[in-house]
């Protein structure tokens, strides 16, 4: 099993749509991080983490489910960083393949300590950008197939097949 684990603000400083996006609407910028995600997470069928740092927030880390990914957001007083390197030891086994796709040099040095994988942002940016131009692909020759499957028939034909179809010689 391969499990990817996002530093969802990490990202989202490093992706310039997000970045743009941010500024102007932090939360709008998150949702199409989890968006994004998704997409991924159903082409790749990978199990996709993003770990939200909730550091400056009173309150209990919370976990959600969009999708089919799991966004976290951390507990108080728990960096964003804490958190992944708690779900890397939790996960990372065998049978299991952790990524950590962050643009934080201290966080992947830690990372790859505890044997995870890392994913710089413009990495998984360039991988993003060719699975979504792999479905345009996928979409278009499954159009092409199905047009290519009807026979160009002229209009009057057409009509004299359909009165024989309903029994109208």
């Known amino acids: ?23 102007h609407d932090l939360a709008q910028a998150r949702k199409m991080l989890i968006e994004k995600m998704a997409e991924y997470q159903a082409y790749k069928g990978e199990r996709v983490i993003i770990v939200f740092d909730a550091y400056y927030v009173r ?14 957001y951390t507990k108080e007083n728990e960096t964003a960083d804490e958190c992944i390197e708690r779900l890397v030891k939790q996960i990372k086994n065998v049978k299991t393949q952790v990524y950590v796709a962050t643009s934080d040099y ?61 029994g109208k010689h």
């Open 1 to 23: 099993m391969v499990v990817l684990v996002v530093d969802g603000y990490n990202i989202i400083g490093a992706w310039e749509e997000l970045k743009v996006l941010k500024d």
């Open 59 to 72: 309150g209990v880390e919370t976990k959600q489910k969009n999708y089919k990914v799991e966004v976290i």
């Open 106 to 166: 201290t966080e992947q040095r830690t990372i790859f300590a505890q044997g995870a994988l890392r994913k710089s942002a413009r990495e998984l940016f360039i991988e993003m950008k060719n699975i979504q131009q792999e479905i345009e692909e996928e979409l278009a020759t499954h159009k092409r197939s199905q047009i290519s499957t009807k026979i160009p028939i002229d209009k009057d034909i057409l009509e004299v097949f359909e009165k024989w179809r309903r």
